[in-house]
């Protein structure tokens, strides 16, 4: 009886050992099963090569820095119109006046007052126009006895006085203004020749 208890109990051993081998099997089996779809997963989904990340990283800075761009140049038009608007806006402000003025001598002529006090009008408008190129930083170019230069005289007429030096303006047609370094009207004058 011992030797087939033992008999059994070696059965039961060896079937409980069995049924753990089939179980680890059946486990490898799986994890081999996982590991091939693991790969396979691998291989379907391509390796990003480092040149192609790179590649859509500088196209999306290109795109960022295009659209910054053209955001800045949108404004700066913006501004620009702003600006030239603020800029006519004074300087016609500044004109306004002297309009005005004129408006009133033109009155006083029709209404044929005293002559005096219309040309003494007509000086205060001058004035006033001279103080508007002031406030605007607008200054007359010197031309008269002076040397002359092509950058801000324009020579309409070539003339002889013995008493001068060659390429002197001996007389101004037109007087020229500038603003700041730039000519706004060149002075049309006569340069002396003693040729």
């Known amino acids: ?8 109990k070696q059965a039961e051993q060896e079937a409980a050992e069995a049924k753990a081998a089939e179980q680890e099997n059946a486990e490898a089996a799986e ?30 800075r290109l795109l960022r820095l295009q ?8 404004r700066t038009n913006i501004e620009k119109e702003q600006l030239s ?22 009155a006083s002529v029709e209404k044929g007052d005293n002559v005096d006090a219309v040309v003494d ?9 001279e103080d508007a190129f002031k406030d605007l930083k607008v200054e007359e170019i010197e031309a008269q006895n002076a040397k002359f230069d092509p950058n801000i005289h ?6 002889h006085n013995p008493e001068l030096d060659d ?6 047609f037109e007087k020229g203004y ?18």
Do not use: C
């Open 31 to 60: 994890a081999e099963k996982a590991e091939d779809a693991k790969n396979a997963e691998e291989a379907a989904e391509p390796e990003v090569d480092p040149k192609d990340a790179k590649i859509e990283e500088l196209q999306n």
């Open 121 to 129: 009008g007509m000086k205060k408008i001058r004035r006033q126009f």
């Open 85 to 106: 608007t603020f800029v006519t806006a004074n300087v016609v402000g500044k004109f306004l006046k002297v309009l005005d003025n004129f408006e009133r001598a033109e």
């Open 1 to 8: 009886m011992q030797d087939n208890e033992m008999k059994e």
């Open 154 to 159: 324009e020579a309409v007429m070539r003339g």
């Open 67 to 74: 659209a910054d761009f053209e955001n800045f140049r949108r």
């Open 178 to 195: 500038k603003l700041g370094d730039k000519v706004i009207r060149h002075s049309k004058v006569r340069v002396n020749t003693n040729e």
């Open 167 to 172: 390429e002197i303006v001996d007389m101004v």
